[in-house]
């Protein structure tokens, strides 16, 4: 898109739609999970050169244009010169738009189009729903040869119970913001965690920390390695780059306090490794 537009000497621009088509259609909203927040989005593609980013609002109206109606607003009142599209995407009332569809359309108006074909690794097709099962499995290195990042969570770090600062091992409790972000399986994971703009070794659990709380919420904490300062009411990102082992249940506190240092030791020897 960014070629494209540079070689037209036009702007390049993504349209995006909030809240997520899925909700406002009651398409099994329950199991909606998002990859990234707009906020995420926005700075993913800002930092691939987008110029525009508009973010719609999407309701049931907007929802009932066809997909000619929708085209020619983009073409005719946005001013739309070159559309790129992926090879599965269908758009307008009843999904009735396609690429052929478009190509059709672009015989009369002044525009052009451009498909993107379905892009494989490893003789796998690369889809948002392989990346969503690769972190529900926790699999987050699968997930990142298909995202080609580390996924993220951002979260603005809130008052816990203290249970790791007596185990020696102080955690920050995340808050994530949306519901529908998608929160990879429970368990260990090595991570880098930043604060303030760095980067730090860290590692972070994700569970309902049945040891303490067997009826317990799903929590998200993280042990920033070798970090001295105050976290509580900072925003942190975490990137996740390995799974370190499952969540499980321990019999004491000493057992568990046990766990976590021999956590922390393959968490450096991962970091360690060449």
């Given at each position: 898109l960014v070629k494209e537009a540079r070689e037209r000497e036009c702007l390049?621009?993504?349209?995006?739609?909030?809240?997520?088509?899925?909700?406002?259609?009651?398409?099994?909203?329950?199991?909606?999970?998002?990859?990234?927040?707009?906020?995420?989005k926005a700075r993913k593609m800002e930092a691939l050169g987008l110029d525009l980013l508009f973010v719609v609002p999407f309701d049931r109206e907007f929802s009932n244009q066809t997909a000619l109606e929708f085209l020619e607003r983009l073409v005719l009142q946005l001013g739309v010169v070159h559309l790129v599209i992926g090879y599965n995407h269908r758009f307008g009332k009843d999904?009735?738009?396609?690429?052929d569809f478009l190509l059709e359309q672009s015989k009369r108006l002044p525009f052009t189009v451009q498909e993107i074909g379905r892009h494989a690794l490893d003789q796998m097709a690369v889809s948002s729903t392989k990346i969503r099962m690769s972190l529900e499995a926790g699999d987050v290195a699968l997930a990142q040869m298909f995202l080609g990042y580390s996924y993220t969570l951002t979260g603005k770090v809130v008052h816990g119970d203290r249970v790791g600062r007596r185990l020696g091992y102080p955690t920050a409790n995340l808050e994530i913001e949306d519901p529908q972000k998608l929160i990879p399986k429970s368990g260990i994971y090595a991570v880098h965690a930043q604060v303030d703009g760095t980067w730090f070794k860290s590692m972070a659990y994700i569970g309902p920390r049945p040891t303490l709380h067997p009826t317990g919420p799903s929590v998200v904490e993280v042990?920033?390695?070798?970090?001295?300062?105050?976290?509580?009411?900072?925003?942190?990102?975490i990137r996740f780059l390995s799974r370190l082992r499952d969540d499980r249940k321990f019999e004491s506190l000493e057992e568990l306090q046990a766990q976590i240092r021999l956590d922390e030791s393959k968490t450096r020897l991962y970091f360690d490794k060449p």
């Open positions: 390049a621009s993504v349209m995006t739609f909030d809240p997520h088509p899925r909700l406002v259609l009651n398409k099994d909203p329950q199991l909606l999970r998002l990859l990234n927040t707009q906020e995420e999904r009735e738009g396609d690429f042990h920033v390695l070798d970090y001295q300062g105050d976290l509580y009411g900072k925003e942190l990102c």
